[in-house]
């Protein structure tokens, strides 16, 4: 494909093009992908899971290593024109963000990947699930680890790429001690130096495992405490000898939580008001929740009329009354500019931002997992469902998805087939058709229940259906 980069332009026609493009596109795109993707992030996270966020950087590759890159060996018969660049090459533009531990990285993932194929006014920022590396599963030789994805944003309808990198602060630790980065990719490293680093690598990961560990232990006591059974708040009866609270800290916490729960426009999951609490006045206030003794029994006292939802994840509810039940326009209102911005329902959105690993897809998509975990199922045969069985259906699924040129997110197909097992029960194998059915229904149940959509709105739940089954 053309001359050999360095026959094809010189370093002065590459210079001035780079200082012109950097100028009009990089620097831009970089910027609107960072506000782009701070967005998402604060529309898809919890206070709680933005606090595991510990930072988000971008940069623009300069301009002596973008031309060490264009003269690369890989690179060489690519270039025909300075034009070619930015198509060949994805990491003129890049964001790292740097989360707490393992859990916190496929918290992000899990966000990223209900991010559109094409992007829209109303959601700028697209990605390219088939330009996923990752070396968490895969490290490099090196033992370099992290998770890599190629977005998109467009700058007067020109698209510009931007590679997202995401580590755990233990891997970005590797990073900045080993200068991975700062190496030519094209040079061989001292055999020593290979060594000693695939070395603290392992020793990293290892301690990556430990935290997270960790972190599976504090979450499990993190959800005794909020594992009180109760359909409602208002029926849990408080001892008598309990006193009221009218001072200190006891008092400020019900006032915490009473402003919390009437400013609520979504459901709010307990574990994150229980975290709120904490991280408020000490973690040493769940011993006894301010003489209450349950976390359960102190919502009774903060707010009896409070109602929450039954599951495994259990929410607040908004008060009764302060959220109108949805009245979203019909698509037949928008005009055909806007339909982009359409595909998703809103009550779907709004799902998604209390539940982060609900899928924002479009309905072929839909069609496509359906289809896939269906032939994988088909194929792996019946009996009952367990995690080892989950897990082969949704692996091969994603196997064939790719196979075939059209890859899907491992965590929808994941998403997809824990509810289809919950929701059915069923022993033999579904056909596409009725996985769909089976999620559909799930969907429009569980969305009843938060409130999003009246079970008696048959125009909205209808829309909805239509968006999950086509």
């Known amino acids: 494909m053309g001359a050999r980069n360095d026959e094809a332009f010189g370093y002065a026609e590459f210079g001035k093009w780079y200082d012109a493009y950097r100028v009009a596109m990089l620097e831009p795109g970089l910027d609107r992908a960072m506000d782009a993707l701070q967005l998402e992030l604060n529309d898809s996270l919890s206070d709680r899971d933005l606090a595991r966020i510990r930072s988000v950087s971008g940069r623009v590759k300069s301009k002596r290593r973008t031309w060490r890159k264009v003269n690369q060996q890989r690179y060489r018969g690519q270039f025909v024109t300075v034009d070619d ?3 060949i090459i994805d990491d003129l533009v890049g964001i790292r963000l740097t989360c707490t531990n393992l859990r916190d990285l496929e918290m992000v993932q899990a966000a990223l990947e209900n991010l559109p194929l094409s992007a829209s006014k109303r959601r700028p920022l697209s990605i390219d699930l088939a330009s996923e590396r990752d070396y968490v599963d895969a490290p490099k030789e090196s033992g370099y680890r992290g998770w890599h994805v190629n977005l998109g944003v467009a700058l007067e309808g020109v698209p510009v790429t931007i590679e997202l990198q995401v580590r755990t602060l233990l891997q970005d630790s590797w990073g900045e001690l080993t ?12 055999p020593l130096i290979e060594v000693l ?12 495992d430990i935290a997270e560990d960790l972190r599976n232990e504090l979450d499990r006591i993190d959800e005794a405490i909020v594992a009180e059974p109760a359909a409602v708040i208002g029926t849990d009866v408080i001892e008598s000898g309990t006193e009221t609270l009218t001072s200190g800290p006891g008092a400020d916490a019900v006032d915490l939580v009473v402003e919390r729960w009437r400013a609520l426009d979504r459901p709010l999951e307990l574990s994150s008001l229980a975290w709120a609490l904490q991280n408020e006045f000490g973690a040493e206030v769940s011993d006894d929740w301010f003489g209450f003794r349950t976390f359960k029994r102190f919502l009774n006292y903060a707010v009896p009329d409070g109602e929450i939802t039954g599951g495994p994840h259990a929410y607040l509810l908004p008060p009764n009354g302060s959220v109108a039940v949805s009245e979203f326009p019909d698509s037949a209102s928008k005009s055909s500019s806007e339909m982009v911005d359409i595909i998703v329902p809103d009550e779907a959105q709004e799902l998604r931002r209390i539940d982060r690993g609900f899928p924002l897809i479009e309905t072929e998509q839909w069609h496509q997992i359906y289809a896939q975990l269906a032939e994988a199922w088909r194929r792996h045969g019946g009996g009952p469902s367990s995690t080892r069985m989950l897990n082969q259906i949704t692996r091969s699924a994603r196997d064939r998805a790719r196979a075939a040129g059209e890859p899907l997110s491992r965590r929808h197909l994941d998403h997809v087939a824990k509810t289809v097992f919950a929701a059915s029960g069923a022993e033999n194998p579904l056909s596409a058709e009725e996985a769909g059915d089976v999620f559909a229904a799930a969907v429009l149940q569980r969305m009843a229940e938060l409130r999003i959509v009246d079970v008696h709105n048959a125009a909205r739940r209808t829309v909805i259906a239509r968006w999950l089954l086509g």
Not at 179 to 190: F, I, R, W
Not at 197 to 208: E, K, N, Q, V, Y
Request: proline share 7%.
């Open 179 to 190: 200068h991975e980065d700062t190496y030519s990719k094209a040079g061989e490293l001292p």
């Open 197 to 208: 680093s695939a070395r603290m690598a392992d020793l990293l990961a290892t301690l990556d």
């Open 85 to 87: 660049i930015p198509e």
